[in-house]
Each structure stands twice: as C-alpha cells, then as structure tokens.
C-alpha cells in the first residue's frame, strides 16, 4: 500500500507535468520554437482536414443552432487557428479548453478560451488531439506478480521508485509477463473519455494519439519505447529525473478505454476526409500564381510537404484516429 510519504504514479505525473512549476504549467510548449511536434504544429493542413470533418458532423446532426466545436487540451492554440483559417465561420462556436495560463494566452481571438470545460450537456464535437497520452496514469511492474510503481523522496533530494502491492481491481492484467514488465494504468484517459460521452447530447468525440490495441501486447515492450520523455526535440531524460522540465507521454491501450465507435490510423483518417483533393488544390494554386506567388500561395504549395509527414506511416501517419459517438455512449467503467 501506498504511504503518506510516497506518490502513486499518477500523482508524481500530475506534480511533474500540471503542478504550479510543472512542464505544462511553466515552458513546455509544441511547436517548432518548443519540446515536441504534433500534427497541427507541421502546418495548416491537418487543421484544413479536421475542417472537413467538422462540416460533416454538422450537417450529419442537422445543423444545429447550438452545436460546438470543444478543443481539450488545445495548448497555444495552433490546430485553433488553422481550422479557422479554413473556415472562419465556426469562431464563435469554438471553444478552446487549456489548464496552462500561459499556453491559454496565446489562443487565437474570437475563440472561448476556458481553464476548464464547465457542465452542461454538448452539441458538436469534441476533439483532443495528443492528450490522452499525457492524462496521468498509475504505473505496474511485474516482479514475480503485478505490483505497483510509487514515487518517493531520498536524502539527498532526489527521486526513486518503490514497488508496492497491486490494488485488487488490477486483476484483469495478464497473469504473466516477461520479468520488469511495465504498463500504464490509464484510469484518467479512461474517465476523461466516460464524462465526454456523458456530456454528449449529440455528436462525437475525436482523439489523435500513438495507441496500442492491448494491454497485454504493451507488457512485451521494453519500457522506454512507450513510457517516453521530450524536452528541446530529443527524447529527455528518465522520468524521474528534471522533473517539471520535460515532457513525460506514454502509449494508449485502447483496451483501457470504453469500446470506440470507430479506430483507423490517422493516414487513413485524413485520406477520407479528403487530404489528396487539398493537397491538389495547393499545387494548382502554386502553378496558377507561379509568376506572382503570394504568401498564400507558399502556403498552398506547402500542402505538399505537410501531407507527407502527415500521412507519413512511420511517424505521424501511424497515428490512431478514436471516435466515440453519443449513440455509443452507454458503457461500463473498468
């Protein structure tokens, strides 16, 4: 069990990433000036995509008069900016939810930019794109049996881990896995998704992350390929170390989360939401502007480039595209 002198996983995560000199809290930021890229930050077009996507669950829901475009996690507010760059007519419906004071005042104008989504029942979308994987998660260990990772103070200030006794309620993790096995217990992604639905009168919740279908399949994994750290775009330090300075992720185990509407990578994501007609429509306006080329022209032609890392399948195109819709929204708690 754990004492009051040590921290459960997810305690430790929350101090290390969201406390007041946490990552999120102080100077972690994406972007290209920040510790990681993620999909909006390559440009404009992931955006432009998602653009689409939106239209077509307003329509699918039969345009209604209070349907809202809610961003969780939306950081400086760069995938903001470029969905209302391709369609500025949903600004007043956006709404812009950042925990981080200092990522929340650089949201685009016009959008509601809120510390916290507030209750209430939601018509629309909700979007979260790179958050589940930095929602805090309890940590197991197989030494012999499940036990669980705790976080501690040592003398001379700094951090270690101790293994404690699993909770009873970790039964369902496989019965055996190689020896010094980890794999996150990922309650907080599993409730973020539960209160979403919840709050879903109509329409669906959309994540973007790096996932695994199992639980199970994640014990045969050497840790540090999915419990990762970032800072200055490298791969940081152990994750007990520089705590507040780095970024700490891990990978999503489906399995963990209420049974989704529908899963695709997000290469095939993007493709069906018409990535390649936007990319061609980048190139004919380059070629058109070709003697005079504008500002917007370059970001036409940019299209190109952008759509490659996008849809590239050993990196960003191998992301998972998660969609739970408010038909789907009865489900049980693990």
């Known amino acids: 069990m754990v004492d009051s002198s040590q921290l459960r996983f997810d305690e430790y ?17 994406a972007g290209r000036r920040g510790d990681f890229i993620t999909s909006p930050e390559v440009g404009p077009l992931f955006g432009a995509v998602l653009a689409r996507w939106i239209a077509a669950e307003f329509d699918r829901l039969g345009q209604p008069g209070d349907f809202r475009i809610v961003e969780v996690g939306a950081g400086p507010g760069t995938l903001a900016r470029s969905i209302l760059y391709a369609a500025p007519q949903w600004t007043d419906r956006y709404v812009a939810v950042e925990r981080s004071d200092a990522q929340r005042a650089t949201h685009p104008d016009g959008v ?15 979007i979260a794109n790179e958050l589940l994987d930095n929602l805090p998660f309890r940590l197991a260990v197989f030494d012999g049996g ?80 999915w419990l990762r750290t970032y800072s200055g ?25 209420p049974p989704p509407t529908g899963v695709c990578s997000q290469a095939r994501f993007l493709t069906r939401w018409g990535i ?10 380059w ?8 500002l917007a022209s370059f970001r036409m032609r940019s299209r190109v480039s ?29």
């Open 13 to 29: 995560l929350e101090v290390a990433l969201y406390g007041e000199q946490g990552f999120y809290s102080t100077a972690g930021r």
């Open 112 to 126: 509601e930019s809120v510390a916290t989504i507030g209750s209430g029942p939601i018509t629309g979308v909700v």
């Open 146 to 225: 499940w036990r669980e990772a705790v976080v501690e103070s040592v003398a001379d200030g700094s951090l270690r881990e101790q293994l404690v006794e699993a909770p009873r309620e970790w039964a369902w993790l496989p019965a055996s896995a190689p020896h010094g096995a980890r794999v996150p217990i990922e309650w907080r992604a599993h409730e973020w998704v539960t209160a979403m639905q919840a709050r879903l009168s109509a329409g669906t919740v959309l994540a973007f992350d790096y996932c695994t279908a199992f639980t199970a399949e994640l014990a045969t994994v050497p840790w540090r390929e």
């Open 233 to 257: 775009h490298e791969r940081g330090e152990h994750y007990l170390r520089n705590t507040g300075l780095q970024d700490i992720t891990a990978q999503v185990c489906l399995d963990q989360l």
């Open 276 to 285: 390649d007609e936007l990319v061609e429509e980048g190139r004919a306006q």
């Open 287 to 294: 070629t058109a502007d070709a003697a005079s080329p504008s």
């Open 306 to 334: 952008e759509a490659e890392s996008l849809l590239d399948p050993s990196g960003l195109g191998a992301f998972v595209a998660v969609e739970w819709t408010a038909e789907s929204a009865t489900v049980s708690g693990q």
